[in-house]
């Protein structure tokens, strides 16, 4: 079974500073997904940037950007010129594609962002 | 936004009575979870479809039965809520053409007592 893990519950970022959330996972197969989801305090579950594992490129958009690492199975996000509103839950997602499940994701536990004025 | 729709939003309910959650889509997407969100554990699958009569467990499944009669419909039914199935519930959506992006309801709070 597939894991993914977080091993940062909390971090906090002073305000215009650059942070790196940490994120590992665990898979035999070779053509998956990975996804960084943002949760703030409204629940509604926010998609911040998705990689897929057979791009060697790291995936950018705007101020977030991966570190994606196959070999390791290291998935960080990082956030640039960090905001306000970038305070929130960050949850690591993984799926693997090509069965009957489609997009079943497995999350970590999460790492919950603070961010300084 | 997609269009998702979860109701109830917010529900408290008596320990060992049934509960029925609803998701509707409107994107007559293929595929269509249930997840459940507890502290320290970010988000757990609880059953998926795959196609309308089509469903299966996830990870967390005992105590919980889905239904899903047609496309844009996923029912969730806790036969007889325990104080442990307190949580909060997300749909979600997907198809796996195109960037097979995957939607997430607003969330339905259950809070059994």
């Known amino acids: 079974a597939q894991t993914v893990t977080q091993s940062q519950p909390e971090m906090s970022v002073q305000e215009a500073e650059t942070v790196t959330l940490s994120c590992t996972y665990d898979t035999s197969e070779s053509d998956y997904y990975l996804f960084w989801y943002k949760q703030p305090p409204s629940r509604q579950m926010i998609l911040v940037i998705r990689?897929?594992?057979?791009?060697?490129q790291n995936a950018t958009e705007n101020r977030f950007s991966v570190n994606f690492q196959k070999a390791a199975k290291s998935f960080s996000l990082k956030i640039s010129d960090s905001q306000l509103g970038d305070a929130a839950m960050y949850f690591c997602a993984y799926t693997h594609m090509n069965n009957n499940a489609g997009n079943m994701l497995t999350f970590g536990g999460g790492t919950r962002l603070m961010v300084k004025p | 936004d997609a269009g998702i729709t979860q109701s109830p939003r917010h529900k408290v309910t008596e320990t060992g009575t049934p509960v029925t959650l609803r998701c509707h889509q409107t994107e007559n997407h293929r595929y269509m979870y249930w997840y459940r969100q507890d502290p320290g554990h970010g988000l757990r699958l609880i059953h998926y479809?795959?196609?309308?009569?089509?469903?299966d467990k996830g990870e967390v499944s005992d105590g919980y039965s889905v239904s899903r009669s047609k496309t844009e419909d996923f029912l969730l039914t806790l036969e007889s809520a325990t104080s442990s199935q307190t949580s909060v519930y997300f749909c979600a959506i997907s198809d796996t053409t195109g960037r097979n992006t995957i939607y997430f309801g607003e969330g339905s709070w259950l809070t059994v007592v």
């Open positions: 479809s795959y196609g309308v009569k089509d469903t």
């Open positions: 990689q897929e594992a057979y791009k060697q």
